[in-house]
């Protein structure tokens, strides 16, 4: 096995890159872009001379980073000193304790373009939108005769959330391929470079990537699955606000209010514990039950569903899961938790409005 090393020094790529972006220090390389890309290019410029840097070089770099990074945010705001050149002094406190050495300024010039080309990557990735999500809506319910299918709507909302996070990847992935490779080919024309190295220093970008990159596509799978919620309810002329709502720490994606019954839907990937903060606040949310949608069912279990049930709502699953073969002849829960394909037909029934055909 190999030997484990968690030195930061070791990957100091990695560090620069995240200490550049991180919301403690006031995410600065998201808003100071112009500035990074002056100071990497000057020192670019400094390690590109004909004689090594010395230890004298190093300090004067590093004066430069400081009074670079610091001079480019206000000091103060009102009366006071404003938090973001607080946050900055913290970040560049972290990395100059980073820089000990030549070699670390120049992966700090590295860190600097790796973080600029990733939020530029990210700023033109191409984004899993309505569009996206209105036509995957429509293939699932619709048959071959263009005819809607009600059984359908579970399976629509799986398949926006399924084929949404392959769409994102994608369009996330083959930009960061492309700058992988020129970073790569630009490292191994050093020669003082090995190639152990140059996979330090790129593991450390896609890494940071990656964790960039997954952030924005967790910001996005809310309002996508809310998106398709909504659609479906178009489809089926199911009367609904179409719009999320917040009840302190309670969130309901949509909620469909009828004749005879009005209904609060939390649909989410995973139910997890958060489903507990809607239970025994119908009340407080103004409708008469809550009926909760999860695609995974890793977090479905005998005591959520009794919970559910107790509070007089529901949550739908799929016919072919475990949960459902489980506990489906469970009369203590028989209300509680409700087939997947009958979800839009119970909705219609409950709220009072036209059934679908």
Same mark, same amino acid.
């Given at each position: ?110 860190? @600097? ?87 330090? @220093? ?156």
């Amino acid at each position: 096995m190999a030997e484990y090393s968690g030195d930061p020094s070791d990957f100091k790529v990695y560090w620069f890159s995240r200490d550049l972006v991180a919301a403690s220090f006031g995410g600065y390389a998201t808003k100071e872009v112009d500035t990074l890309k002056r100071l990497s290019a000057h020192l670019a410029r400094e390690l590109d001379k004909d004689r090594p840097l010395t230890d004298s070089d190093v300090a004067l770099e590093t004066q430069h980073i400081e009074d670079t990074i610091t001079g480019s945010v206000s000091r103060e705001y009102g009366d006071d000193i404003s938090k973001r050149y607080r946050q900055t002094e913290d970040l560049v406190e972290r990395i100059l304790r980073r820089i000990e050495e030549p070699d670390d300024l120049r992966e700090f010039g590295i860190a @600097i373009d790796a973080v600029v080309r990733t939020s530029e990557v990210l700023d033109i990735a191409p984004s899993f939108g309505a569009s996206q999500i209105v036509e995957i809506v429509d293939e699932t319910l619709e048959n071959e005769s263009g005819a809607l299918d009600p059984a359908a709507a579970y399976d629509a909302l799986f398949n926006v959330d399924f084929e949404g996070e392959a769409y994102q990847l994608g369009a996330q992935r083959e930009p960061l391929i492309d700058y992988v490779h020129e970073k790569m080919r630009e490292l191994r024309s050093d020669p003082y470079v090995s190639e152990t190295e140059v996979a330090r @220093i790129v593991s450390g970008i896609v890494q940071e990537y990656e964790r960039r990159a997954g952030q924005s596509r967790a910001s996005t799978a809310g309002n996508v699955l809310e998106t398709a919620l909504q659609h479906i309810f178009d489809r089926f002329d199911i009367p609904a606000t179409g719009t999320p709502e917040h009840f302190g720490d309670i969130e309901i994606d949509n909620v469909v209010d009828g004749p005879d019954g009005s209904i609060g839907f939390s649909c989410k990937r995973t139910l997890r514990e958060r489903f507990r903060q809607s239970l025994s606040r119908e009340a407080e949310i103004g409708v008469d039950e809550v009926w909760f949608v999860s695609l995974l069912m890793a977090d479905v279990s005998r005591e959520k569903l009794r919970d559910i049930g107790n509070d007089g709502g529901r949550i739908y699953v799929p016919r072919d899961s475990f949960v459902w073969d489980r506990y489906r002849d469970d009369e203590g829960l028989s209300y509680a938790l409700r087939p997947a394909d009958e979800f839009i037909r119970d909705v219609a029934s409950f709220a009072g409005v036209p059934a679908p055909r």
